[in-house]
């Protein structure tokens, strides 16, 4: 038998599904979903096996005109993850078609990710008649030569098999990357935090979400088998405290009990989850706070 082994990223706007196909890929849940926009901050790699080829899936933050030091470290995060892969996949959202932003994409791709085999994988196809997939699929392919379009909902499982045996075919011939049950690449302390975010993405309106950050300060294992996990949520303002908080402490009790059920079901223990707020203005022009994301300072400047 011959190996394969390889990097795939999954590029494409915000909110086109790319962590939900990751994780569909993974079959676990390694990247946080919600139904706004910009919620993967980082590089997320998940490992997925197919017969023989190991494929490290690359979720990447999507890609948008950026205008905040963070917008832009997530978009220069989302580039780089595009030019090291192997192969790229482009997710566009069935019902959207080729946006502008997807143009713009389109354009940097020739750019960014020359001489890399590309594939578009048009998802959200449970949102759409069929008649519109096979224009979008003409269209998309006159704009830009993809070596293979696939139709997919990463949500509904659609498609997603035959993309994924594909994928293994294009990978390239060598060893395993990762052992072959590990399914992230990502530290668990990530992962915990991410979760938090997510829980806290769900439940707060507006821009707040996108206005704050969550880490992990301290892991504490615990004789009983449990995990005592303390993370910090950083906020801007002093009324961001009080919306994340809550009318007496209920939101964030929620958001706390929501995060510590997914993370015992994650590692299959017992959490002990303490969540703290505290306001820090200026942590979006802090170096620590993009180490701790995964994301490079310097690439926001
Ligand atoms: N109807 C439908 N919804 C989907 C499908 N795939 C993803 N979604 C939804 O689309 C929304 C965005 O999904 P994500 O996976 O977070 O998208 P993303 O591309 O990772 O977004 P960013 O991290 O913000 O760039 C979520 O509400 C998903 O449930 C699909 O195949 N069909
Ligand atoms: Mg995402």
Redesign the pocket.
Known sequence: MTKRAGFVA?I????????????RMVGAKV??????????RARIRGVAMACDSQIVFV????LFRPRRRLDRAMVAAAWSGAADADVVVL?IEAHRGLTEGVQAILDGLAERAEGRRVALAI?????VKAEVLLALTEKMNAAFPFEKTFL?????G?GVDDLKAWLAGAMPEGPWLYPEDQIADLPMRMIAAEMTREKLTLRLHQELPYQLTVETEAWEERKDGSAKIDQIVYVMRDGHKGIVLGNKGETIKAVSTAAREELEAFLGRRVHLFLQVKVRPGWLEEAERYSEMGLDFKDGA
Do not use: F, M, W
Not at 123 to 127: A, E, G, P, W, Y
Not at 152 to 156: G, H, N, V
């Open positions: 999954l494409g706007e915000p909110n086109a599904g790319k962590s939900t196909l990751l994780n990247s946080i979903v919600t139904h706004k926009v910009q919620t993967t979720d990447t933050p999507g997710l998802n959200k196809i449970d949102r997919i909902s990463a949500e509904k659609h």
